[in-house]
């Protein structure tokens, strides 16, 4: 049979269970919190270090293009300087030779045009069939 004496005694036995085991449940939510913290403090770590590797390879990469980049356009460059001064050469030659000769040179210009003609009457021709 229960009394009041009794009660008490179990009334505070079972406060004191309740107790210890809110204090084991701080316990491990302290050692959990730890741990992850310790986890989240690695994995910070580990990802600095390999920033601190993959940066530098990025910035070669990135220095190595634009390199490349301006080599490509200095060589568009040199080309195009190249161009315009062969089309200069080539102006000047049939200047020259068109002053110097002027009657072969439009013989030469009307044989031309007669065969491109030729050539877009031909094409024509085919086209319509």
Same mark, same amino acid.
């Given at each position: 049979m229960i009394t009041p004496s009794n009660a008490a005694t179990v009334q505070q036995s079972t406060r004191q269970v309740a107790d210890g085991l809110m204090n084991s449940a701080d316990k &491990?939510? *302290? #050692?959990? =919190?730890?741990? &992850?913290?310790? $986890?989240?403090d690695a994995a910070d770590e580990k990802i600095h270090a390999f920033q601190?590797?993959?940066e530098p390879a990025l910035d070669r990469l990135a220095s190595k $293009? /634009? #390199?490349?980049a301006q080599q490509s356009l200095d060589m568009a460059g /040199? &080309?195009?300087d190249k161009a315009k001064e062969s089309m200069s050469r080539a102006t000047a030659a049939t200047s020259r030779y068109v002053s110097d000769k002027p009657v072969q040179s439009v013989?030469? $210009?009307a044989a031309v045009g007669a065969a491109v003609a030729l050539l877009v009457s #031909? #094409?024509?021709?085919? *086209?319509? =069939?």
């Open positions: &491990a939510i *302290d #050692a959990s =919190r730890s741990y &992850a913290n310790h $986890a989240l601190n590797k993959v $293009a /634009q #390199a490349m /040199q &080309a195009k013989l030469m $210009a #031909a #094409a024509y021709g085919r *086209d319509s =069939r």
